[in-house]
């Protein structure tokens, strides 16, 4: 932890418990896992633009 002295406890990777790596690499994989999903079951196509926003240029 952080001395009297000191304004801030700083973190090193050796001080981080392995879990933490664990569930942080299991949240991003679940994100991208189903970003990918939703990419391919809509079979590669654009989003479907609304008519009157202003992303129709796009």
Same mark, same amino acid.
């Given at each position: 932890? $952080?001395? #009297?002295?000191?304004? @801030? *406890?700083?973190?090193? !990777?050796? $001080?981080? #418990?392995?879990?933490? @790596? *664990?569930?942080?690499? !299991?949240?991003?994989?679940?994100?991208?896992?189903?970003?990918?999903?939703?990419?391919?079951?809509?079979?590669?196509?654009?989003?479907?633009?609304?008519?009157?926003?202003?992303?129709?240029?796009?």
């Amino acid at each position: 932890m $952080s001395q #009297p002295g000191e304004p @801030y *406890a700083t973190a090193t !990777l050796s $001080s981080i #418990p392995v879990y933490v @790596y *664990a569930v942080s690499g !299991l949240l991003v994989g679940v994100l991208l896992g189903t970003q990918a999903l939703g990419v391919w079951l809509t079979g590669f196509r654009r989003p479907v633009v609304v008519r009157g926003s202003k992303l129709e240029e796009y």
